[in-house]
Structure formats: structure tokens, C-alpha cells
């Protein structure tokens, strides 16, 4: 394996776990959808960002009192836009985006770093997700870029291999019907 994508594995690996249970932590009292993984389209940054159904329908609520959602287009963007995801502010992984920034031409290790966050995702056992009232056959994983007209290519891309079949699909389908 390329020495990059080695060591963006190892600090992956490294970050992943506890900030995935002390973001599991925060919302145990809830029922977690998603949990993604963002950065943007120079790939120097990267995130982890998640939603409950609860936290989903208080910010609609929100913005709909705001004059900001008045569409089923709307309520899509914020159900799957990660940059409006109510849990994760803690889990930037700076030092992973050090790595990245300092990597010439990193967007060419893109789909390794993909593939990677897909492996550490599948390996986590869903022992993790139980001891905080979660399901991981539930929750729908993917990857998004904040800033860039690639984005949907990037989730629909990741989703399948980071999320159990069913729940992929109907992700796949979150535009379908729209105008």
C-alpha cells in the first residue's frame, strides 16, 4: 500500500472510534439516520458529522419558523445535507487534515481514502452501536463534499459501500420525484 494511504489509514483508524462513541454518546437518547463524512473538493479536510430523526424534525421546526423550509426539497437538503447536521462538532480530524494539506496532488488518493473509511466503518462491530441504543444495520453512511457540484456523485458512491443494502437504497432514492 502507498505510504500515504497507509498512514491516512492508521490516523483514521486512530480517530474514528472514539469520536464515533462520543458522538453515539451524545445522542444515545435518540435514534440515530446518518453519519457522515465530509471534506471538500481539494480533499484537505475532514469531518464527521451526524443526525437523529429527533434532532432532524426540532431544525426543520427551526427553520420553517425561519421562512427556510417551506418545500419537500428543503426538508431533503436538511434530512442529507451533512453541513446541517445537529451532532459532531467535536470530531474534525485535524490531524488527518494536516496530512492531507501537506500531500501534493492528495484528490489523486481520493478513492483510496474512500475505500479506506468504508473498511473502518464495515469492521466496526455493531456491538459499538448497541451500547449506546443504536443499530448500525440503521443508519445510513456516507461520504459528502461541503463545497462542490461532485458532492451527490461522492455520496451515492460511498453510500453503497459503507451502508447495509437496504438502507443504501432508499438513500440512492432521496432525490427521485423531485423536480
Known amino acids: 500500500m502507498d505510504h500515504f494511504l497507509k498512514e491516512f489509514e492508521d490516523k483514521f483508524r486512530a480517530g474514528f472510534l472514539p469520536y464515533l462513541e462520543q458522538t453515539l454518546q451524545e445522542m444515545q437518547h435518540e435514534k440515530v439516520y446518518a453519519c457522515a463524512f465530509g471534506t471538500d473538493s481539494d480533499w484537505i ?8 430523526e429527533e434532532s432532524l424534525a426540532r431544525h426543520i421546526g427551526r ?35 494536516r496530512l492531507l494539506y501537506a500531500t501534493e496532488d492528495v484528490q489523486n488518493y481520493k478513492d483510496g481514502m474512500i475505500n479506506i473509511i468504508a473498511k473502518v466503518v464495515s469492521e466496526t462491530p455493531n456491538e459499538v452501536f448497541a451500547r449506546y441504543g443504536q443499530s448500525k444495520a440503521d443508519i445510513t453512511f456516507f461520504m459528502s463534499m461541503t463545497d462542490d457540484d461532485e458532492a451527490e456523485e461522492l455520496e451515492n458512491q460511498s453510500v453503497v459501500l459503507m451502508t447495509e443494502g437496504g438502507v443504501a437504497t432508499e438513500f440512492l432514492k432521496r432525490y427521485d420525484g423531485l423536480e
Open 63 to 97: 427553520m420553517k419558523e425561519e421562512g427556510l423550509c417551506d418545500s419537500e426539497q428543503d426538508e431533503i437538503y436538511y434530512r442529507w445535507g451533512c453541513s446541517e447536521y445537529q451532532y459532531g462538532e467535536d470530531t474534525h480530524f485535524n490531524y488527518i487534515s
Open 45 to 52: 479536510t475532514l469531518f464527521m458529522a451526524a443526525n437523529t
